[in-house]
Nanobody
Framework: VVQLAESGGASVQAGGSLRLSCEVS????????MGWFRQAPGKRREGVAV???????DYGDSVKGRFTISKDNAKNTLYLQMDSLKPEDTAMYYC??????????????????????WGQGTQVTVSS
């Protein structure tokens, strides 16, 4: 069983920063494809950032240069550092992980429906 728990969502003003965290609980798996995804009201879910099983990283075009994904294997935690936030970044942010997903980071950004495990989401609201 894999359980994910996100935290760190908040309301901030445009230009501000936030760091999201996703703690992964798993007694069986140690190597994951992991990523952050978001969904705004009335919009489709989109890929934000992914680390694949080989440690390669990719970002959605709208966040490149502003967001940074990282993970701390010792803490089993995935992070998303979000800088220069814009109102259009407002969304529910979800962490996803899968120990079997062999997609590249770029592929996983698009085919996020293939992830087997999802967190409950954390809300990020950016005001202008």
């Amino acid at each position: 069983v894999v359980q994910l728990a996100e935290s760190g969502g908040a309301s901030v003003q445009a230009g501000g920063s936030l760091r999201l965290s996703c703690e992964v609980s798993s007694v069986q798996y140690s190597r994951f494809c992991m990523g952050w995804f978001r969904q705004a009201p009335g919009k489709r879910r989109e890929g934000v950032a992914v680390i694949d099983r080989d440690g390669n990283i990719d970002y959605g075009d709208s966040v490149k240069g502003r967001f940074t994904i990282s993970k701390d294997n010792a803490k089993n935690t995935l992070y998303l550092q979000m800088d220069s936030l814009k109102p259009e970044d407002t969304a529910m942010y979800y962490c996803a992980a899968d120990p079997y997903l062999s997609l590249t980071a770029s592929q996983a950004l698009q085919y996020h429906g293939d992830f087997g495990y999802w967190g409950q989401g954390t809300q990020v609201t950016v005001s202008s």
